[in-house]
Structure formats: structure tokens, C-alpha cells
């Protein structure tokens, strides 16, 4: 299921917006990094193992709010590292919902004690869980025992205080697909507001050790299709129907790295949340100055594995066809 009605609205307007002024390209989400700084070393992560100086760095909450005013996203994922390390998290995210901007705080579960009694629910706000899968995976790659369980008392925790919560699911290779949908069908069971499913995707900072644990595109295309099958019609996906499609394989779509533009402690952050060419003082300069024709699929090799939604979940929006409409409003009100 997508965001509360109003919400919804609210992200049309935007975009049916940004399309009457024939603009091609315009941000969705604004990928938030205050702080690299995490708790966890996941084994598929990179952004644990950037240089000393950048780890170090950290965005003030005036920087935050300054970022998401200049480039206009009408949502924000503020994510990391793990950004309840950072100070001033709950001005930041106090901030953005003073702005009426829909944001989702993600968070490995570990420090939400920290924030629990501090922020209040909000129809524009939802806690972001990572959860990669059952018990025994999750630790593992995470590589923490025990991560798993505050994860779930965590959500337990925010939805008996009113939040919306969301789960993330990031798929590697291995997963398995029947234990993964039995997860998802008891998330939706406990009053999970929506599961977001994504297979991973390796860049430069990741361990060359981990390699081997990413999916190439059909192997994602397969497993996303087998865990949709083991979850069952009950689960209510974050994902749009037309990313969900696009992960099945039933759809083609084209990356749209601008839709989910990042800012980090060392800037706007080119070409996207997980490849690193460049980083640009202005949102302007990262719109202006990237060469967007060189990235996607069949145009970069790096790109070739990635089905990331903060690549494709813009695009699915964008290619939208009068034929989804129905399918949107159906995912809205039911899931």
C-alpha cells in the first residue's frame, strides 16, 4: 500500500505539475544521508567502509533543510549510515514534516529507543525498518545476532504509538524465497503498513568479498518472482504496480537516477545513491552538469544488475499508462 490518500494527492499535484511545465527531468525523493556513520557493518553495504574524513563528516539539521528547499522533492528518505546515530535527527525530521514534505526515516532498529518518545505520528511520516529476511539471514547479514529481534519489537513499538511503519527487504542471492514471503505475510499480519521488496545491487565501496551475494537481473527477476508467489494476494507492497511488474519482468523500464537525487555530508552526490562519479556543490550543477545519457541499463556496465527503486521506482511512476490508473487506485485504498 502507498501513503495515506491526501498524501497521495499531494505527490499527483507534483508531478502533473512538473509535466505541464515540460520538464523531463524533476526529483522525486530526495535521498537523505546526514551521517555515513552506522552501528552495523552489513556484509552488502559500502557506505561503512568510505574514507576516515568522510565518515567523519555530517550534515547540520540548517544543511538538511536547506537541501530538501533547493531541490523541491515533494518525499524524502532520510537514510545513511544510520541516521538515529546523528544528534539531531528529530529536528531534521520535525523539519521536514513542518514543510509537509512526506518522509520515511529508515533505520536498522538498533537505537529507535532514542526516538520513539521524542517524535509523534504523522499521516507524512513513517519509520523505515530494514529487514532483510528471517531471523537467521538478517543476522547474518547484518552480521549482528540478535539484530532481528529488536527489529520486530521495534515495530511493534511504533505501531502500538500510532506510526506508520514500512519494512525494507533488500533480496541477495541465497534468500530464501518461501521463508521471505512467510515474513512478509506475518509483517502485514502485525499491521505493517507496507513491505518495500528490492534486490541489491553492488558499487565500488562494497567488500570484493561480498561480490558474490548480488543478483544478476534475471536471477532478481526469478527470486522476486518466487517471493511475491510464497507471500501470497495479502501482502500490502510499498512498491507501485508498475515497479512490481518491473521487477516480475513484465515491464521494461529505463533508470531515472534524477528522480531520487542524493545529498550526502560531501554534497549532491552524481550519478546516483550508490554510484559515486562525482559530487556537485548545487543541486542545480548535479541536474545540469551530469551526463545522464552515459548511465542505465545497456549503457553502462555498471549499471547492468541494478533494478534499485531509487533508480526505477521514479521511472515506474513516470511511464505511467492510463491502463494503471485503475491498478493505483486499487494499491492506494487496498494494497
Same mark, same amino acid.
Given at each position: 500500500?502507498?501513503?495515506?490518500? /491526501?498524501?497521495?494527492?499531494?505527490?499527483?499535484r507534483?508531478?502533473v505539475?512538473? /509535466?505541464?511545465?515540460? +520538464? /523531463? *527531468?524533476?526529483?522525486?525523493?530526495?535521498?537523505?544521508?546526514?551521517?555515513?556513520?552506522c552501528?552495523?557493518?552489513?556484509?552488502?553495504?559500502g557506505?561503512?567502509?568510505?574514507d576516515?574524513?568522510v565518515?567523519?563528516?555530517?550534515? =547540520?539539521?540548517?544543511?538538511c533543510?536547506?537541501?530538501?528547499?533547493?531541490?523541491?522533492a515533494?518525499?524524502?528518505?532520510?537514510?545513511?549510515?544510520?541516521?538515529?546515530?546523528h544528534? $539531531?535527527?528529530?529536528?531534521?525530521?520535525?523539519?521536514?514534516?513542518a514543510? +509537509?514534505?512526506?518522509?520515511?526515516l529508515?533505520?536498522?532498529?538498533?537505537l529507535?529507543g532514542r526516538?520513539?518518545?521524542?517524535? +509523534?505520528?504523522?499521516?507524512?511520516?513513517?519509520?523505515?525498518?530494514?529487514?532483510?529476511?528471517? *531471523?537467521?539471514h538478517?543476522?547474518?547479514?547484518?552480521?549482528r545476532?540478535g539484530?532481528?529481534?529488536?527489529?520486530?519489537?521495534?515495530?511493534?513499538?511504533?505501531?502500538?504509538?500510532?506510526? *506508520?511503519? =514500512?519494512?525494507?527487504?533488500?533480496? @541477495?542471492?541465497?534468500?530464501?524465497? $518461501?521463508?521471505v514471503?512467510?515474513?512478509?505475510? $506475518?509483517?502485514?499480519?502485525?499491521?505493517v503498513?507496507?513491505?518495500?521488496?528490492?534486490?541489491?545491487?553492488?558499487?565500488?565501496?562494497?567488500?570484493?568479498?561480498?561480490?558474490?551475494?548480488?543478483?544478476? *537481473?534475471?536471477?532478481?527477476?526469478?527470486?522476486?518472482? +518466487?517471493?511475491?508467489q510464497?507471500?501470497?494476494?495479502?501482502?500490502? @507492497?510499498?512498491?507501485?504496480?508498475?515497479?512490481l511488474?518491473?521487477?516480475?519482468?513484465?515491464?521494461t523500464l529505463?533508470?531515472?537516477?534524477?528522480?531520487?537525487? =542524493?545529498?550526502?555530508?560531501?554534497?549532491?552526490?552524481?550519478?546516483?545513491?550508490?554510484?559515486?562519479?562525482?559530487?556537485y556543490? /548545487?543541486f $542545480?550543477?548535479l541536474?545540469?552538469?551530469?551526463?545522464?545519457?552515459?548511465?542505465? @541499463?545497456?549503457?553502462n556496465?555498471?549499471?547492468?544488475s541494478?533494478?534499485?527503486?531509487?533508480? @526505477?521506482?521514479?521511472?515506474a511512476?513516470a511511464?505511467?499508462?492510463?491502463?494503471d490508473?485503475?491498478?493505483?487506485?486499487?494499491?492506494?485504498?487496498?494494497?
Open positions: 500500500m502507498g501513503q495515506p490518500l /491526501r498524501v497521495t494527492l499531494d505527490l499527483a507534483y508531478v505539475g512538473q /509535466r505541464l511545465r515540460g +520538464r /523531463r *527531468r524533476f526529483p522525486l525523493v530526495l535521498m537523505l544521508e546526514p551521517t555515513e556513520l552501528n552495523l557493518s552489513c556484509t552488502g553495504c557506505k561503512i567502509r568510505q576516515a574524513a565518515m567523519a563528516r555530517r550534515l =547540520t539539521a540548517q544543511e533543510f536547506d537541501a530538501v528547499d533547493e531541490c523541491g515533494p518525499a524524502v528518505s532520510i537514510a545513511g549510515g544510520e541516521p538515529l546515530t544528534p $539531531e535527527i528529530v529536528e531534521i525530521v520535525e523539519g521536514m514534516l514543510r +509537509r514534505k512526506l518522509t520515511l529508515c533505520t536498522n532498529g538498533i529507535l526516538v520513539l518518545p521524542k517524535l +509523534r505520528p504523522d499521516p507524512r511520516f513513517s519509520f523505515v525498518f530494514h529487514l532483510d529476511g528471517p *531471523r537467521e538478517h543476522d547474518r547479514m547484518v552480521e545476532r539484530v532481528f529481534d529488536l527489529v520486530m519489537k521495534g515495530i511493534r513499538e511504533a505501531k502500538a504509538r500510532g506510526f *506508520r511503519v =514500512t519494512t525494507n527487504t533488500t533480496l @541477495y542471492k541465497g534468500a530464501d524465497p $518461501e521463508a514471503g512467510q515474513l512478509l505475510r $506475518e509483517l502485514t499480519a502485525m499491521g503498513d507496507s513491505c518495500l521488496v528490492s534486490p541489491a545491487f553492488t558499487y565500488e565501496e562494497v567488500d570484493p568479498a561480498a561480490h558474490g551475494i548480488f543478483l544478476h *537481473r534475471q536471477e532478481a527477476i526469478a527470486l522476486v518472482r +518466487r517471493v511475491v510464497a507471500a501470497g494476494p495479502g501482502v500490502r @507492497y510499498y512498491n507501485t504496480p508498475m515497479y511488474d518491473f521487477l516480475l519482468g513484465r515491464r529505463q533508470c531515472t537516477p534524477w528522480g531520487n537525487p =542524493t545529498r550526502d555530508p560531501l554534497g549532491w552526490k552524481g550519478p546516483c545513491y550508490l554510484l559515486t562519479d562525482a559530487h556543490e /548545487r $542545480e550543477d541536474m545540469n552538469r551530469t551526463p545522464w545519457e552515459d548511465y542505465g @541499463y545497456g549503457k556496465p555498471r549499471c547492468a541494478c533494478m534499485m527503486h531509487s533508480g @526505477y521506482e521514479a521511472s511512476v511511464a505511467m499508462r492510463p491502463a490508473a485503475w491498478r493505483m487506485l486499487r494499491w492506494i485504498f487496498a494494497g
